[in-house]
């Protein structure tokens, strides 16, 4: 699975963002779709995950409320939109597919394949 994610720029503090990421060469329906970010000087973080099949999601906790996580099956895209955005979510977005979708995983180890990154960065 070929992965891309777009969607970054510059926007200004309290804007929004919508970030997607799409799969070339195969459909998304025998995968789980992560979305982390990194930081520059920080460690990838887990973002949200979303279950293709299901639809189920799920938010690290620090994430919760302004991050949502959906899916367009008949795009085969999944979305990441960020709400009121701050400078502290200046970072590089990365989406991850993981072909094991019967348990939620957050560790960047766990994760197949990965997107080359889209950046965001919000100026205060």
């Known amino acids: 699975v070929q992965l891309q994610a777009f969607g970054g720029g510059l926007v200004q503090a309290g804007g929004s963002l919508r970030l997607s990421c799409t799969a070339s060469?195969?459909?998304?329906?025998?995968?789980?779709v992560g979305w982390f970010r990194q930081a520059p000087g920080k460690e990838r973080e887990f973002v949200a995950r979303?279950?293709?099949?299901?639809?189920?999601?799920y938010y690290a906790d620090s994430m919760k409320g302004r991050f949502t996580i959906s899916r367009d099956s008949t795009k085969n895209t999944v979305y990441l939109q960020i709400d009121t955005l701050k400078p502290e979510d200046t970072a590089v977005y990365y989406c991850?597919?993981?072909?094991?979708?019967?348990?939620?995983?957050?560790?960047?180890?766990?994760?197949?394949?990965w997107g080359q990154g889209t950046q965001v960065t919000v100026s205060s």
């Open positions: 979303i279950n293709w099949s299901s639809g189920g999601t």
């Open positions: 991850a597919a993981d072909r094991k979708i019967d348990q939620i995983f957050t560790a960047v180890s766990a994760y197949d394949y």
């Open positions: 060469r195969r459909s998304f329906s025998r995968y789980a």
